[in-house]
């Protein structure tokens, strides 16, 4: 469904990324695992168009992507961005109703704004509180919340459990589940490693640019090289 290939990435005599390869299967949930700087948000945001590539590019369904990020969101593309980045002083409904902002078809997103309150119950309780009041758990709902209002095929996800206490990590990874359940494909990029493949199906890992390792999440749980270096376990 998405291929990448040869990607070479730049900040301007930083070279971040440096021929990355890997692709992401229709109802997958593929997996990114890196330390700090490892160029897991520079990936991402290369994908969703917001950088260039020097060299290399991203194929959507076998065509490439356009270079606007919003033509890539209206393919079928929804990027929650680390850190979140909800709209602080709008309410929950509001910032999730601007997450179909490139949607015609009015039936449907009031259809997908119920399935985001099913999935997350939390906020259907706080729709009309203002985004900037919510706690850090409910704004890292709300931003996947508001990227499956766009109708996403294919939701990249970068560090959702970013800060996030023991417990609402665990929320999160059930939601992206669940998420998948819905038939949704997902990239994720996360350093929280033993979390991210337990649910996802295939994992590369990145280290300073390269993809230096890749296959089953199930294999690379198992792993002991993986356990040591990314894992916490000796
Ligand atoms: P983290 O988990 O800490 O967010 P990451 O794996 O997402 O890390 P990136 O943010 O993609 O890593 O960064 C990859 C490399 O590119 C790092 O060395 C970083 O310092 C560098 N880099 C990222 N953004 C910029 C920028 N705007 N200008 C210059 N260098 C940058």
Do not use: W
Not at 124 to 137: C, D, H, I, V
């Amino acid at each position: 469904m998405l291929r990448v290939e040869n990607l070479h990435v730049f900040y301007g005599g930083i070279h971040a990324l440096k021929g990355i390869s890997l692709e992401v299967n229709q109802g997958e949930i593929v997996t990114i695992i890196g330390a700090n700087g490892a160029g897991k948000s520079t990936l991402l945001n290369t994908i969703s168009g917001i950088l260039k590539p020097k060299e290399g590019r991203v194929l959507f369904k076998g065509h490439p992507l356009p270079s606007k990020p919003f033509k890539v969101v209206e393919l079928g593309i929804s990027q929650v961005p680390e850190g979140r980045l909800v709209f602080a002083n709008l309410t929950v409904k509001d910032n999730l109703i601007l997450g179909a902002y490139l949607r015609r078809d009015k039936e449907n997103i009031k259809k997908d704004l119920d399935r985001v309150y099913d999935l997350f119950p939390r906020l259907k309780e706080r729709k009309n509180q203002m985004a900037g009041t919510l706690s850090g758990g409910e704004q890292q709902m709300l931003a996947i919340g508001r990227g499956l209002m766009s109708a996403p095929q294919i939701l990249l996800l970068d560090e959702p459990s970013l800060g996030l206490a023991p417990i609402l990590v665990q929320t999160i990874f059930n939601i992206i589940e669940e998420i998948k359940a819905l038939g949704k494909t997902i990239l994720l990029v996360e350093q929280n490693a033993y979390k991210a493949l337990s649910v996802a199906d295939r994992a590369y890992i990145l280290e300073q640019g390269r993809i230096t390792r890749e296959g089953l999440a199930r294999d690379m749980i198992k792993d002991s090289a993986i356990q040591e270096a990314y894992l916490g376990v000796k």
